[in-house]
């Protein structure tokens, strides 16, 4: 209907923002917009999520602290389940596809703690 799906725009360029990418580098975490065309701009460290958590439908952490990806991932998959309705059949089978991976991962490190 409205054709364009509100995506944030990004502070830097003014782009819709497609998503949102931390990267690791040298122990500091930083935080890219991906933009369509593979155009990416740089937001900032992490930590100055006032400016990011405005974006994005769930709040970006820090994910070196443990705690805290727990609370990221909890977010993340809430929003997952809230927008459902927005994605498509492949985003779904992506996502379904991811989670499954990422469950036997879980599943075998807890294997692994348990057995010893
Ligand atoms: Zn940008």
Redesign the pocket.
Known sequence: MGGEERKPS?P????P?ERLVSKKVFGRVYIY?Y?RGG?Q?YLGPEGEYVLVSKLQPFTLYPIHDADRLVDYAFGFLESITHESQKLTKEQIKQVIEYLRETLEKLEEELKRREGG
């Open positions: 990004c830097r360029c003014g782009l923002i917009a933009h155009r701009c």
